[in-house]
C-alpha cells in the first residue's frame, strides 16, 4: 500500500518561506510523476505544481512561478516544495499527489492527507 505524508507546513508572515516535504511510504515507481495541489475551502483544488518521473523536468502555475521550486530525493523517496516569498493568497492545503495517471490533465493516482500552509499580512 502507498501513503503520501506532507510536513513542513505551518504559518508565516508574508514574504516569508516554508518548505514542504512529501515522504512516501510503500512502493511506487521510481519514474512516477509527482506534484503538488493545494486547495482553499469553498474552493476548488488548484494545482501548483508537477516534476515528471522520467526526466526530472518541473512545470508550474502561473500563481507560483518564479517563487515556488519542486523537487525531489529518488533515493530518500522524498519530493520538496520550496515555497519564498509567500503572500496571504498561498494559505491553503497542500497536497502531495504521485503517479500520474495522465500528467498532460494532472490526475494522479495517489494523494497525501495535506499541510496547512497559513500567511499572514
Known amino acids: 500500500q502507498v501513503e503520501l505524508v506532507e510536513s513542513g507546513g505551518g504559518s508565516v508572515q508574508a514574504g516569508g518561506s516554508l518548505k514542504l516535504s512529501c515522504n512516501v511510504v510503500?512502493?511506487?515507481?521510481?519514474?512516477?510523476?509527482m506534484g503538488w495541489y493545494r486547495q482553499v475551502p469553498e474552493k476548488g483544488r488548484e494545482w501548483i505544481s508537477g516534476i515528471k518521473g522520467t526526466t526530472g523536468s518541473v512545470d508550474y502555475a502561473d500563481s507560483v512561478k518564479g517563487r515556488f521550486t519542486i523537487s525531489r530525493e529518488i533515493a530518500k523517496s522524498t519530493m520538496y516544495l520550496q515555497m519564498n516569498n509567500l503572500e496571504p493568497d498561498d494559505t491553503a492545503v497542500y497536497y502531495c499527489v504521485a503517479c500520474s495517471l495522465d500528467y498532460g490533465t494532472k490526475t494522479f493516482m495517489y494523494w497525501g492527507r495535506g499541510a496547512q500552509v497559513t500567511v499572514s499580512a
Open positions: 510503500g512502493v511506487i515507481s521510481s519514474v512516477c510523476d
